[in-house]
């Protein structure tokens, strides 16, 4: 298995622009993650989908994040327009019930 | 609210000695504390874990210590090695009522020198 795989894993954009990060996750895994990691506030989980439909989007930030899970193989995070404080590493995570969360190796956001 | 308190926030240890991070808990309702290993550039990948119902669990060199009564759990590593040199997260979630949310303590970034 590929585990959950992530892209971009680098991306620079300039204030304003609108960043899409991707997500495939793990095959049968029912739920997926969307977690933001700084030094600061470590790591914040964003948004979960439970086959594919959101559950609980409460941790995203404001109205410019916006998440998909069209389906049960893709997802997508959006920030639109984005700002210098949203860089940050963004994680997608995969879990089957109830216990593992097999994370991604990340999207590094810089907004400059 | 940090339901998850996790301390140090770094720690150096020399090669062959124990490294210790502790985590407090507030939520009563946790019943499952994995612990998840993270190296520079990569995510974070499961660990070790442990549920209530012992108080201590042991894979190879790491030790998983819990204390229901007192709210806190705790990882050591034996013999700490330069190879595990990494951020270490603490974790809770509550099985009850269905899949909860995983809460995640702040991170410790251990350093094992030679």
């Known amino acids: 298995d590929a585990g959950v795989i992530q892209s971009p894993r680098h991306e620079v954009t300039e204030m304003g622009q609108e960043v899409t990060l991707r997500c495939k996750p793990i095959s049968g895994h029912d739920y997926l993650f969307w977690y933001r990691q700084t030094m600061m506030r470590g790591l914040e989980l964003l948004i979960y989908?439970?086959?594919?439909?959101?559950?609980?989007d409460s941790g995203m930030p404001e109205d410019r994040f916006s998440a998909k899970m069209p389906n049960a193989s893709f997802s997508t995070l959006k920030i639109q327009p984005s700002e210098p404080r949203d860089s940050a590493v963004y994680f997608c995570?995969?879990?089957?019930?109830?216990?593992?969360?097999?994370f991604g190796e990340g999207s590094w956001l810089t907004v400059v | 609210q940090q339901q998850v308190k996790q301390s140090p926030q770094s720690l150096i240890v020399q090669k062959g000695g124990i490294s210790i991070i502790n985590c407090a808990y507030e939520?009563?309702?946790?019943?499952?504390f994995p612990w998840y290993q993270q190296f520079p550039g990569k995510g974070p990948a499961l660990l070790i874990a442990?549920?209530?119902?012992?108080s201590e669990k042991k894979e190879g060199r790491f030790t998983i210590s819990f204390n229901k009564s007192a709210k806190q759990f705790s990882l050591h590593i034996m013999d700490s090695q330069p190879g595990d040199s990494a951020t270490y997260f603490c974790a809770a979630s509550s099985s009850s009522g269905g899949y909860q949310k995983v809460t995640f303590g702040i991170g410790t970034k251990l350093q094992v020198i030679p």
């Open positions: 939520n009563t309702a946790f019943d499952y």
């Open positions: 995570a995969t879990a089957g019930f109830p216990d593992t969360i097999y």
């Open positions: 442990i549920r209530p119902d012992v």
């Open positions: 989908f439970n086959n594919n439909v959101p559950i609980d």
